[in-house]
């Protein structure tokens, strides 16, 4: 099992950034890949970015979604077991929950989510 926890989240301006990270504890061993998703209200949950964890060589391909792509970027740190997410020039519609997910063939593990709320 793999246990992740966001933290990070908040009351934002409009125009702000924020860096939300995520913490993977267990068997982080079995993690292929990681992402990040968020769901605001009365919405669907939205896929943002994925990155390789665990890789031979240590590459991969990172995958922003295109709603997002430019404002977002997502890091990790395998020493730390940490992930993160970095979003820029926040917009109020970027008011959400946030979940980080982790897993192999499919997104098996989720957090219980960080609420971002960005005021204009």
């Known amino acids: 099992q793999v246990a992740l926890v966001e933290i990070g989240g908040g009351l934002v301006q409009a125009g702000d950034s924020l860096k939300l990270s995520c913490g993977a504890s267990?068997?982080?061993?079995?993690?292929?890949?990681m992402a990040w998703f968020r769901q605001a209200p009365g919405k669907e949950r939205e896929f943002l970015a994925s990155?390789?964890?665990?890789?031979?060589?240590?590459?991969?391909?990172?995958t922003y979604a295109d709603s997002v792509k430019g404002r977002i970027t997502i890091s990790k740190d395998n020493f730390k077991n940490m992930m993160y997410l970095q979003i820029n020039s926040l917009k109020p519609e970027d008011t959400a929950v946030y979940y980080c997910a982790a897993g192999r063939q499919q997104y098996d593990y989720w957090g219980q989510g960080t609420q971002v709320t960005v005021s204009s």
């Open positions: 990155i390789p964890w665990i890789t031979p060589s240590g590459a991969g391909i990172i």
């Open positions: 267990g068997r982080t061993y079995t993690i292929s890949d």
